[in-house]
């Protein structure tokens, strides 16, 4: 059984759940409801369904130190650095990756996505894949919008997603 550990800590982007297993950071997750356009729920909740069978630890201290590298990494815009643990098939694990090539305060589409990954046609897919990111604001996952420009779903509401934008495109 997998052991994870989680915090849920507040930060100037609202409240933030960690769930770090042994390897590194395998959860990054917003606390926003359905209510607050989360249209999957709250963080919390996601995690344990999306690791459902493990056994998990709630230690807010054990987190502290992985909440400053994630802020550290963002900010920074270097985001490979974080130590993560993450499951996924392995073309989620591609198009998670292609993800990380997007530099802070620049957007694509999905269609460049499934360019960039050698599978032109599969934009829909990767739009299943961005949504499926266990790892949000690590993977920018909120970095890919639509073709038109139009920023498109996000799971932790349409507001958080442009507010990362703005917040990236003013650095």
């Known amino acids: ?3 994870i550990t989680y915090g849920i800590h507040d930060t100037a982007l609202g409240q933030i759940v960690i769930g770090q297993a042994e ?14 356009g989360a249209y999957k729920g709250d ?15 709630e230690e807010e201290g054990a987190t502290l130190g992985t909440l400053d590298r994630i802020f550290e990494a963002w900010e ?9 643990h993450i499951k996924g098939t392995v073309f989620q694990k591609e198009v998670w990756n292609a993800l990380l090539s997007i530099p802070r305060g620049k957007v694509v589409s999905y269609g460049d996505v499934a360019n960039d990954i050698g599978r032109p046609k599969a934009f829909r897919a990767v739009g299943t894949a961005v949504g499926e990111n266990p790892i ?19 799971g932790w509401g349409i507001d958080l997603k442009k507010r990362l934008l703005e917040i990236e495109a003013a650095v």
């Open 1 to 3: 059984m997998q052991k």
């Open 23 to 36: 390897q590194g950071l395998c959860w990054l997750g917003f606390m926003t409801s359905v209510e607050q």
């Open 43 to 57: 963080g919390l909740i996601r995690m344990k369904a999306y690791f459902d069978g493990a056994e998990f630890i």
């Open 76 to 84: 920074g815009d270097h985001l490979r650095s974080v130590r993560t």
């Open 136 to 154: 949000s604001l690590i993977i920018p996952c909120h970095r890919v919008v639509q073709k038109s420009g139009a920023l498109g779903n996000y």
